[in-house]
Nanobody
Framework: QVQLIESGGGLVQDGGSLRLSCTAA????????LAWFRQAPGKERAFVAAISWGGGTKYYGEFVEERFNISRVDADNTAYLQMNSLKPEDTAIYYC????????????????WGPGTQVTVSS
């Protein structure tokens, strides 16, 4: 079982920034795609961003509008999600997910999930 640990969530004002981190307990981190999804109360889990294994190609959900940036440091087994210009509608639990040797924008593409970290944006 792959263990994923998220951190960096919290409360921020409208227009503020947060950086989420996801550290994976895996042996060959570079072979894993790391992704972020989010789930607001009463809504389905939605794709936010992913960074692929190998070349590190980045993918974003449509609502991101260039406000977020996903990155990874393979030497640290960690992926990051820098979120800027946050809006109240970004309020959700943010989940880190991992898949080995594949990449996708849907929940079913990922085999391992972290427990989630709460992000709350106040107006």
């Amino acid at each position: 079982q792959v263990q994923l640990i998220e951190s960096g969530g919290g409360l921020v004002q409208d227009g503020g920034s947060l950086r989420l981190s996801c550290t994976a307990a895996v042996r060959t981190f570079s072979s894993w795609t790391l992704a972020w999804f989010r789930q607001a109360p009463g809504k389905e889990r939605a794709f936010v961003a992913a960074i692929s294994w190998g070349g590190g190609t980045k993918y974003y959900g449509e609502f991101v509008e260039e406000r977020f940036n996903i990155s990874r440091v393979d030497a640290d087994n960690t992926a990051y999600l820098q979120m800027n210009s946050l809006k109240p509608e970004d309020t959700a639990i943010y989940y880190c997910a991992a898949a080995q040797f594949k990449v996708g924008r849907v929940v079913g593409a990922y085999d391992h999930w972290g427990p989630g970290t709460q992000v709350t944006v106040s107006s």
